[in-house]
T-cell receptor
Framework: SQTIHQWPATLVQPVGSPLSLECTVE??????LYWYRQAAGRGLQLLFY??????ISSEVPQNLSASRPQDRQFILSSKKLLLSDSGFYLC????????????FGPGTRLTVL | AQKITQTQPGMFVQEKEAVTLDCTYD???????LFWYKQPSSGEMIFLIY??????QNATEGRYSLNFQKARKSANLVISASQLGDSAMYFC?????????????FGTGTRLTVIP
C-alpha cells in the first residue's frame, strides 16, 4: 500500500531563516506530487505540483520554491522566511495521469516568529 | 469568483442524526470532479467521496453520500447516522479536468460538531 510522509511535523523558525520541508511517498512510482498551504481557518491553496523528476509548476508566486530530486521526494524550500509564511503545509500525491482523489500527508505546522 | 463556496462556517448535529453540508461550485468546464475531504484536529486531510461531472448517479461511500445537482452547481455532502468521530472540518473541492487537471480548488470549509 502507498504511504506519504512529511517532516518535520512542527517547526518554529525566525523571520529571515531558511526553510526545508520534505515529503516522500512509498509504494508507488511516478506519482504526481503537490504542496499545499492552509492558513488558519482557511481552505487549502495549491503552491506547487510536479508530474516528474525536476518538473515543477508554480501556482502562486512567492518566496517559496520546490524541488523534486527523486521520483518520490518533494521538497519545499525558502531562502528567507516571512511572517506570512506561517501555516499548515500539506504534501499530497495522486497516481500519474489520474484525475481523481489526491492523498495527503500528515502535514507540517510552520510558525514564523 | 470563488470556484468553491461553502456557506456554513459551522454546523451542529445530534449523534445518530443525518446532516447536510452545503457546497456550490463555479466552472465553465464540462468535465470536472468534485471531492469532499475531512480534516480532524490532527490536521490530516482524509478523502471521503468523489463525484465526476458525467456521473449520472450520486456517489455514495458508506455513511457518506453526495447530493449532486448539476443544474444548480451544487455538491452537498450528506452524512447519515452521525457519530462523535465525525466532528471535524469538512472541505469541498473541485478539479477542472480540461483547464487545470492538476489543481484542486478548495472551499473554506465547514466545522461539524456532533453533539452526544
Amino acid at each position: 500500500s502507498q504511504t506519504i510522509h512529511q517532516w518535520p511535523a512542527t517547526l518554529v523558525q525566525p523571520v529571515g531563516s531558511p526553510l526545508s520541508l520534505e515529503c516522500t511517498v512509498e509504494g508507488t512510482s511516478n506519482p504526481n506530487l503537490y504542496w499545499y498551504r492552509q492558513a488558519a481557518g482557511r481552505g487549502l491553496q495549491l503552491l506547487f505540483y510536479s508530474v516528474g523528476i525536476g518538473q515543477i509548476s508554480s501556482e502562486v508566486p512567492q518566496n517559496l520554491s520546490a524541488s523534486r530530486p527523486q521520483d518520490r521526494q518533494f521538497i519545499l524550500s525558502s531562502k528567507k522566511l516571512l511572517l506570512s509564511d506561517s501555516g499548515f503545509y500539506l504534501c499530497a500525491w495522486s497516481p500519474a495521469n489520474s484525475y481523481n482523489e489526491q492523498f495527503f500527508g500528515p502535514g507540517t505546522r510552520l510558525t514564523v516568529l | 469568483a470563488q470556484k468553491i463556496t461553502q456557506t456554513q462556517p459551522g454546523m451542529f448535529v445530534q449523534e445518530k442524526e443525518a446532516v447536510t453540508l452545503d457546497c456550490t461550485y463555479d466552472t465553465s468546464d464540462q468535465s470536472y470532479g468534485l471531492f469532499w475531504y475531512k480534516q480532524p484536529s490532527s490536521g490530516e486531510m482524509i478523502f471521503l467521496i468523489y463525484q465526476g461531472s458525467y456521473d449520472e448517479q450520486n456517489a455514495t461511500e458508506g455513511r457518506y453520500s453526495l447530493n449532486f445537482q448539476k443544474a444548480r452547481k451544487s455538491a452537498n455532502l450528506v452524512i447519515s447516522a452521525s457519530q462523535l468521530g465525525d466532528s471535524a472540518m469538512y472541505f469541498c473541492a473541485m478539479r477542472e479536468l480540461l483547464s487545470g487537471a492538476n489543481n484542486l480548488f478548495f472551499g473554506t470549509g465547514t466545522r461539524l460538531t456532533v453533539i452526544p
